[in-house]
């Protein structure tokens, strides 16, 4: 009987490792407004603003709204300035 070793490899990175997602206003507007409306379609949103993806919105608003991601961004940037 012989066994083989299979290595998996993940694309998922950190989300410490994400770079800051920039949106307009009237994206962030849009975006708020849309969460209200059908949660977390994320596809369905992405939808509404043009160029962006169903990824972008989704991380911009774990970034934005995620206590930990705040904490740790916030002590990043203290240790810079």
């Known amino acids: 009987m012989s066994t083989t070793a299979t290595t998996t490899t993940s694309e998922e990175v950190s989300s410490n490792e ?3 997602i920039h949106m307009s206003e009237q994206e962030e507007d849009l ?5 209200k409306l059908v ?3 994320w596809n369905l949103i992405a939808g509404r603003i043009p160029g ?3 990824e972008e919105i989704e991380r911009f ?6 206590h930990a991601f705040s904490v740790t961004t ?3 940037k203290a240790k810079h300035s």
Request: charged content about 30%; aromatic content about 14%.
């Open 61 to 66: 608003w774990i970034m934005r709204h995620t």
């Open 31 to 35: 975006i708020h407004r849309m969460y």
């Open 18 to 20: 994400w770079k800051v």
């Open 39 to 41: 949660g977390d379609k």
């Open 52 to 54: 962006r993806k169903a």
């Open 74 to 76: 916030n002590q990043s």
